[in-house]
C-alpha cells in the first residue's frame, strides 16, 4: 500500500529513486542499439525533467533521449500514481 502522504512530501527526484529502489521503475537500463548502459540525466525535454541517454560514440543512439515513463501500457496502479504525483510537481532537479 502506498503511503500518499509520505510520497508527496518528496522532490521529483526523491520520489524518482523512491520508484526506481521499489522496483516501480528501471534503475539500470541498456541501450537498445550499443547494449551499454544508459545514464540518467536531467533534462526539460519532459516534465518528469529526466531522461535515459546513451553516450557512447559511435552509437546509432548517441545522446537520444529515452523517457523514463515510455507509457502506460503494462503499468501498475502505483507506477501510475506516482507518475501523477510528478506532474504537480516543482521543478527541483
Not at 528501471?26 to 546513451?54: I, Q
Request: aromatic content about 8%.
Amino acid at each position: 500500500m502506498l503511503n500518499l502522504d509520505l510520497l508527496h512530501g518528496m522532490t521529483k527526484r526523491q520520489l524518482i529513486d523512491w520508484m526506481m529502489t521499489n522496483n516501480l521503475l528501471e534503475a539500470l537500463k541498456k541501450c537498445e542499439a550499443c547494449n551499454e548502459p544508459l545514464v540518467l540525466k536531467p533534462t526539460k525535454r519532459n516534465h518528469d525533467e529526466l531522461g535515459w541517454r546513451c553516450f557512447k560514440s559511435g552509437c546509432l543512439k548517441y545522446a537520444t533521449w529515452i523517457l523514463i515513463f515510455p507509457g502506460y501500457c503494462c503499468r501498475s496502479e502505483a507506477v501510475i500514481i506516482c507518475h501523477l504525483l510528478l506532474v504537480d510537481r516543482p521543478s527541483t532537479i
